[in-house]
């Protein structure tokens, strides 16, 4: 950490999910194959009015028209899906069926080989939360007992970077928000937004990019066991004040 947060003890961990505990790319080209797949088993003229190139257009443009939905993917991808099948007079019961392939899909991730490791570690040490603007579930993945509880964009209605999540969290922790570290891998949404609302940034820089923003991060590290290393090393004085 730089020289003036060294000095702050942090009492919690929040952390992103997306490209921060596991890729999220090729989970994102899984769900859209699998519900392509599904679409083409199941109803097959909706399928073939609705390629996969073609619905994620239209995803895209559901997201555009929509900017109220910006914190909700899940709202704007059932929006997307009830586009796909009014013109084929099929109602909300498929829909859901649809959407249902995408939550499946969606919580099928691959972690990095860090995350397990070092979410058990750090859970050990302080509380941990995350705070993420996507979908992913955290018992359907198996993460979950290492967190407190979960925090997303769709459930509080304002997503990363404003504030608001941010210190959403923090009050639900019941932690100051000075004595919380953010941890992401999104310079914008995960850095700038955790200092707006007065917490202290973590940059999961796991490729080795530049840093481009005016503020530098409290933090950077390349990955989740350099974090639970740090973690141990500054808690370590709290856990023996005398040596």
Same mark, same amino acid.
């Given at each position: 950490?730089? /020289?003036? !947060? #060294?000095? =702050?003890?942090?009492?919690? &961990? %929040?952390?992103?999910?997306? @490209?921060?505990?596991?890729?999220i790319?090729?989970?994102?080209?899984?769900?859209?194959?699998?519900?392509?797949?599904?679409l083409?088993?199941?109803?097959?003229?909706?399928?073939?009015?609705?390629?996969?190139?073609?619905?994620?257009?239209?995803?895209?443009?559901?997201?555009?028209?929509?900017?109220?939905?910006?914190?909700?993917?899940?709202?704007?991808?059932?929006?997307?899906?009830?586009?796909?099948?009014?013109?084929f007079?099929?109602?909300e019961?498929?829909?859901?069926?649809?959407y249902?392939?995408?939550?499946?899909?969606r919580?099928e991730?691959?972690?990095?080989?860090d995350?397990?490791?070092?979410?058990? /570690?750090? !859970? #050990?040490? =302080?509380?941990?939360?995350? &705070? %993420?603007?996507g979908?992913? @579930?955290?018992?359907?993945?198996?993460?979950?007992?290492?967190?407190?509880?979960s925090?997303?964009?769709?459930?509080?209605?304002v997503?990363?970077?404003?504030?608001?999540?941010?210190?959403?969290?923090?009050?639900?922790?019941?932690v100051?928000?000075?004595?919380?570290?953010?941890v992401?891998d999104?310079?914008?949404?995960?850095?700038?937004?955790?200092?707006?609302?007065?917490?202290?940034s973590?940059?999961?820089n796991?490729?080795?990019?530049?840093?481009?923003?005016?503020?530098?991060?409290?933090?950077?590290?390349?990955?989740?066991?350099?974090?639970?290393?740090?973690?141990?090393?500054?808690?370590?004085?709290?856990?023996?004040?005398?040596p």
């Open positions: 950490m730089n /020289a003036t !947060a #060294a000095d =702050v003890e942090i009492h919690a &961990i %929040s952390l992103d999910l997306d @490209d921060t505990l596991w890729p790319g090729p989970v994102i080209q899984r769900v859209e194959q699998s519900v392509d797949v599904w083409r088993a199941n109803c097959p003229e909706v399928a073939a009015a609705w390629p996969v190139e073609s619905l994620r257009r239209l995803r895209d443009q559901v997201a555009e028209e929509h900017p109220e939905l910006s914190h909700d993917f899940g709202a704007q991808r059932r929006l997307t899906l009830r586009r796909v099948f009014e013109p007079n099929m109602g019961d498929w829909v859901e069926r649809t249902q392939v995408y939550v499946r899909v919580n991730v691959e972690c990095y080989a995350t397990t490791s070092a979410l058990a /570690a750090m !859970a #050990a040490r =302080v509380p941990l939360i995350s &705070i %993420s603007n979908t992913a @579930d955290l018992a359907l993945i198996g993460l979950h007992e290492h967190f407190r509880f925090v997303s964009a769709g459930e509080i209605g997503a990363k970077p404003d504030p608001g999540i941010f210190l959403h969290a923090c009050e639900r922790l019941g100051a928000p000075e004595n919380v570290l953010h992401g999104d310079p914008l949404a995960d850095v700038v937004g955790a200092r707006e609302a007065g917490m202290r973590a940059w999961l796991r490729h080795g990019s530049a840093w481009t923003h005016e503020a530098s991060p409290d933090l950077v590290v390349n990955d989740l066991n350099a974090l639970s290393e740090w973690l141990a090393a500054h808690t370590a004085s709290r856990d023996n004040p005398n």
